[in-house]
């Protein structure tokens, strides 16, 4: 037997809102492991490439904190998005 359930707008405004934030903060824990990966596959590149003599010091802190500038923007991308 089927039963019909009566919603007012702001009961299916309040249930549409709760399922794209759900969405939304699924989302953004994709992004932000993702980053993390990228930031330690990266890490070990420049590691890598410094302690086999093929990038100097100094152009391994210029890409570190090119990546940190990157991975912060994305981070604050994130964080605002997830907090609308």
Known sequence: MK???RLT???LTSIIKRI???DMENV???????????????ETMVRTL????LMSSSEAKEIKS???EIFDKVFASVM???NK
């Open 9 to 11: 707008e702001k009961d």
């Open 80 to 82: 605002k998005d997830t």
């Open 3 to 5: 039963k019909t359930i």
């Open 50 to 53: 410094y302690k086999s003599g």
């Open 28 to 42: 953004s824990e994709k992004i932000i492991q993702m980053v993390h990966e990228i930031n330690e596959t990266q």
């Open 66 to 68: 090119s990546f940190d």
């Open 20 to 22: 794209v934030n759900e």
